[in-house]
Nanobody, 117 residues
């Protein structure tokens, strides 16, 4: 069983920064990609950022230039650096690990990010 544990959420003012962490219980290279998603109240969960095993990154248009996904292979940890935060970034942020062979996401428990105006 895979465990993903997020941390780093909290309350921040607009324009501020937060760094989310996602610690995996096994080697992150065993997954095809690691992703961050978010879900705001009353909205569908959306993909925010992705990093693949070869280091390729992708971002939602709404966060490009403000968010950065990265990883520390030795720690089996993925990060999401969030800068220039906006109130519309308020959501529960989830880390996920994608296993293409099983078309399966493993999910973390989520961490709340609240951006005040």
């Amino acid at each position: 069983q895979v465990q993903l544990v997020e941390s780093g959420g909290g309350l921040v003012q607009a324009g501020g920064s937060l760094r989310l962490s996602c610690a995996a219980s096994r080697n992150i290279f065993s997954f095809n990609s690691m992703t961050w998603h978010r879900q705001a109240p009353g909205k569908q969960r959306e993909l925010v950022a992705r990093i693949t095993t070869d280091g390729t990154t992708n971002y939602a248009d709404s966060v490009k230039g403000r968010f950065t996904i990265s990883r520390d292979n030795a720690k089996n940890t993925v990060y999401l650096q969030m800068d220039s935060l906006k109130p519309e970034d308020t959501a529960v942020y989830y880390c996920a690990a994608w296993v293409a062979s099983h078309s399966l996401y493993y999910w973390g428990q989520g961490t709340q990010v609240t951006v005040s105006s």
